[in-house]
């Protein structure tokens, strides 16, 4: 009985110092407790999910800000250069509705009111035409700083690189990254970043045009749990290179020997309806967090809001951003990287849009608050 009143002192006080670890911007940056050091190796095993302190990591794409589908599909069935100026000029117009600027402050918030310790960014956009440049992250940075929030970026890769004609404004040029942002008080190293082999190629009009995507990683330190970090957004367009991509990546995560927390708009329904990458993904090892959230059942659907984002009611119909755990480097099965998981859907409710009514992206953002238990204790049941 009084090893049991221990434990439940322990797990109380675990619970409270969660509770703190909410309670400033930055959060605390305690040691672990003293108390786990008195347990033995089987004890850690038993009580860690309970000992480990949250991690919260979010999920977010920005959205270029218009639907760029119409001038990939016409490149690819070989549209001429007026065709595509046409379709780009259409693009541009819903491009000024959206105003990135205006939705900025709103992610800004989203991460003010979460405050991860990680976040996992798409469509992460420079956007030059007609002389002036709208550079999607500088403008997000700006916005945190605003709010007395400490964010760098951990890592960034290119994706995309690409300069079309337009009708109005002569050419408009998009430049795609996703990007890892850190909170201040967490410790990041051996940052990567990779382009997928696996790629849309097309010509128009003799001018090359490649669409690619990749990946960025990050070791990580919160409360002294180290874990990787990847954040990534796999081809839409192509269910054959989407699936190519995702076996690069977990080609990759493969060689990975701590635990391993996969974010991004993976672009596959999590229902199996559209590719067959999500349940590629799980069949190699991976736990999709939002099906172990506490709480009522939910479909936990994430897209998508119309192109201009000016859609009077929240309208998602499926679910395609993820945060997933991977471990598979120890033989212990009894308990997860994921235990006790909070996750959440932001930028979905009428009060998350902007003062001109806008919705912060035509995709929500997905956060999760789990733990990764004391020990090396970290498989997925």
Excluded at 69 to 77: F, H, N
Excluded at 351 to 357: A, I, V, Y
Aim: charged content about 20%; proline content about 4%.
């Amino acid at each position: 009985m009084k090893r049991l009143t221990v434990l439940t002192a322990i797990a109380v006080a675990a619970f409270l110092a969660s509770a703190c670890d909410d309670a400033e911007p930055l959060g605390p940056a305690d040691a672990e407790p003293a108390e786990a050091e008195e347990f033995s190796e089987m004890d850690a095993h038993r009580w860690g999910f309970i000992l480990g302190r949250p991690i919260k990591v979010m999920t977010r794409n920005l959205y270029v800000g218009a639907d760029v589908d119409p001038i990939v599909e016409a490149a690819a069935m070989g549209a001429s250069l007026e065709e595509i100026a046409g379709l780009v000029d259409v693009a541009f117009q819903t491009l000024m509705i959206t105003n990135y600027p205006e939705r900025a402050g709103a992610f800004a918030d989203e991460i003010k009111s979460s405050r991860p310790h990680l976040v996992g960014l798409q469509e992460v956009s420079i956007i030059e035409a007609g002389g002036t440049t709208l550079d999607f992250l500088a403008i997000l940075l700006h916005e945190l700083a605003q709010r007395n929030l400490d964010y760098r970026v951990a890592g960034r890769v290119k994706n995309i690189d690409l300069t079309v004609p337009s009708g109005a404004v002569g050419f408009v040029r998009l430049v795609d990254y996703d990007v890892v942002l850190a909170r201040g008080d967490v410790e990041i190293s051996n940052v990567q970043e990779q382009n997928y082999w696996a790629r849309l190629e097309f010509d128009l009009g003799g001018i090359p045009l490649v669409i690619g995507r990749g990946w960025v990683a990050v070791d990580a330190k919160v409360h002294n749990r180290e874990f990787r970090f990847f954040d990534t957004h796999l081809e839409p367009a192509s269910d054959v290179v989407q699936q190519l991509q995702a076996a690069e990546l977990m080609d990759t995560v493969n060689n990975v020997d701590i635990p391993v927390v996969l974010v991004g708009d993976l672009n596959t329904r999590a229902d199996g309806s559209t590719t067959p990458t999500y349940e590629t993904l799980l069949n190699a090892g991976y736990v999709d967090l939002w099906t172990r959230r506490l709480g009522p059942p939910n479909e936990g659907y994430t897209c998508c809001h119309a192109a201009d984002l000016l859609n009077p009611i929240q309208q998602f119909y499926e679910r395609i951003d993820f945060i997933l755990v991977k471990n598979e480097t120890v033989v212990s099965q009894r308990f997860a990287v994921g235990a006790i998981v909070n996750a959440w859907i932001v930028g979905e409710e009428q009060k998350d849009r902007t003062t001109s009514g806008l919705w912060p992206s035509d995709h929500g953002g997905v956060v999760a608050r789990f733990r990764i238990p004391v020990g090396r204790h970290y498989a997925i049941k």
